[in-house]
């Protein structure tokens, strides 16, 4: 499967962004589907994770304000961002998980797409 993220931009403090993770070349629906991201300087961490089953998990930063969610008839997954922050401002990127089981480790994911920027202005 290949990833093609997509929705990234510059946006003011307290505005919404919706990335896109399309996939190619097979289905999304047996995978779980991860973001992460990437700020300058930092490690890459994770945003969200959506599972096969649609169960999600967030990272601890994102306290309600993302939502991860899936289009398996579309194969695409999508990541809500509502209320950005300034801190949000990094290269986010999408993989792709073979077990299904959302992971918050990177090591768990096999198959990674390009990244998308988001800038989130002050």
Do not use: H
Request: contains cysteine.
């Amino acid at each position: 499967v290949q990833l093609q993220a997509s929705g990234g931009g510059l946006v003011q403090t307290g505005e919404s962004l919706r990335l896109s993770c399309a996939a190619a070349g097979r289905t999304l629906s047996t995978y779980a589907i991860g973001w992460f991201r990437q700020a300058p300087g930092k490690e890459r961490e994770l945003v969200a994770a959506i599972g096969s089953g649609g169960d999600t998990y967030y990272g601890g930063f994102v306290r309600g304000r993302f939502t991860i969610s899936r289009d398996n008839v579309k194969n695409t997954v999508y990541l809500q961002m509502r209320s950005l922050r300034p801190e949000d401002t990094a290269v986010y990127y999408c993989a792709a998980e073979s077990s299904g089981w959302a992971s918050d480790s990177l090591s768990s994911y096999d198959v990674w797409g390009q990244g998308t920027l988001v800038t989130v202005s002050s």
